[in-house]
């Protein structure tokens, strides 16, 4: 292999410094149980079994559908299923922290298939796999690691705020009388009942096609941008009202 490396770091092959392999491919999520341990599909930790397949630290990829490539860290008593690929380290050259975040970065794994993506259990066995020393493993796993704990707080504040926003609006919108009571026709004091077309105007959007769009302009708002998406399209010309 001729490829550059940082100084100090050992050019491999991931499957030189890992042991990969499928995931249990005899079984599917029509197994999964309510409650058990923590089973791993190509979608993530997303069900349970009643019995478990490890009891260790490591990772499981997203082998085969749209989510290929997607990396899930896994600990205590677990299981992969079909569609997954399970990875360990191997011979003490690397910490499972290090492989997940590595395995991470965008190109990291060869993927084909076209309309059904997939990662070939060889083609990630010959992934190249740059290795820094144990000592360096282990401080950018811990840096990193502290980046995610950071985000999961934001995350959990977040998401307390957006419940205090719910409650608020469940108060001020309704005039404290709450969504239901409204539904049930009654009206706060000093409140007026309209039809919603008596104080909105409606308009449908432009039917834009795909030759219209543009790498920058006026952005055009698509249903997936409404459910959450940030991927826009734009457009460059004036809209005739």
């Known amino acids: 292999m001729h490829s550059e490396v940082p100084e100090g770091w050992q050019d491999c092959l991931f499957g030189d410094v890992v042991q990969i392999d499928w995931g249990d491919t005899s079984v ?33 990829v997203s082998a085969i559908g749209a989510n290929s490539g997607r990396v899930f860290w896994a600990s205590g008593k677990w299981s992969a299923i079909k569609n997954t690929m399970v990875v360990f380290p191997k011979n003490g050259s690397s910490i499972s922290k290090f ?20 990662i070939g259990l060889g083609n990630a066995r010959k992934q190249k796999f740059p290795l820094p020393p144990l ?24 998401e307390q705020a957006q ?17 239901a009571a409204i539904e049930r026709g009654e009206v706060p004091e000093g409140w007026d009942i309209k039809k ?11 039917a834009f096609k795909p030759s219209d769009w543009v790498q920058s302009g006026k952005p055009i708002i698509r249903i997936q941008n409404l459910n959450g ?4 399209n734009y457009y460059d010309k004036e809209i005739d009202k």
């Open 135 to 158: 000592a360096e493993q282990e401080r950018i796993a811990e840096i990193l690691t502290s980046v995610d704990d950071s985000i999961r707080a934001t995350e959990r504040v977040i």
């Open 229 to 232: 998406g940030n991927e826009f």
């Open 99 to 118: 492989i997940y975040y590595r395995a991470q970065l965008d190109g990291f794994w060869t993927i084909g298939g076209g309309a059904q993506p997939f």
């Open 28 to 60: 599917t999520k029509k197994s999964y149980t309510e409650h058990g341990y923590i089973a791993f599909s190509a979608a993530g930790g997303d069900g349970h079994l009643p019995y478990f397949d490890y009891e260790k630290e490591g990772v499981v």
């Open 196 to 206: 919603l077309g008596e104080v909105a105007e409606f308009q449908n959007g432009f």
């Open 163 to 179: 419940r205090v926003k719910r409650g608020l609006m469940e108060e001020l919108l309704t005039g404290g009388l709450g969504s």
